[in-house]
């Protein structure tokens, strides 16, 4: 059955590694959910998160060969369960209609999203959750003259204790 992994890599900071990585992603016909590059909390390391949808046997095979590429440290997939995961939204919406409204005192009580800027023609709005999270809001502001939408990838921490920092 399929379902969301998150595949945690630690790296070295290489240029091209993230082309032959999404290169092996999707020679398995996988497609890319969710995708993070960042720095990690060891200096030198760099940690990029994928989310895909797939049945777990195709993930483990996914990740053993991504851990074949010569900057990869370690890779690691979990399912949902073992990661506290957030993604951020920002939303730029016309004042016009939102003002009319009320729009921002709903906002802030009913969806825990906070102003991040108010122009004279637009707002921009922050959103922090789950992707379902996001996506309702989404749709809540599309009747409010809703310019332009952006939501990150996934990032996440693991539940569990990670061997790559207990050997660092």
Known sequence: ???????????????????????????????????????????????????????????????????????????????????????????????EKASEDNLVEKLIRDNNARILSMEQDFMIIEKTGHKEETQELLEFLRPYGLIEFVRSGRVSVMKPNNELYNEY
């Open 1 to 95: 059955m399929k379902q969301n992994f998150t595949i945690s890599i630690f790296t070295e900071n290489s240029i091209g590694l993230l082309s032959r990585i999404t290169s092996v992603i999707t020679k398995r016909h996988l497609n890319i959910e969710s995708l993070n590059t960042s720095e990690s909390g060891i200096d030198g390391i760099h940690r990029f998160t994928i989310v895909v949808e797939a049945e777990e046997p195709l993930v483990v095979k996914l990740v053993k060969q991504i851990e074949k590429q010569v900057e990869v440290i370690q890779a690691i997939y979990h399912q949902d369960e073992e990661t506290v995961f957030q993604e951020i939204a920002l939303y730029k919406v016309s004042t």
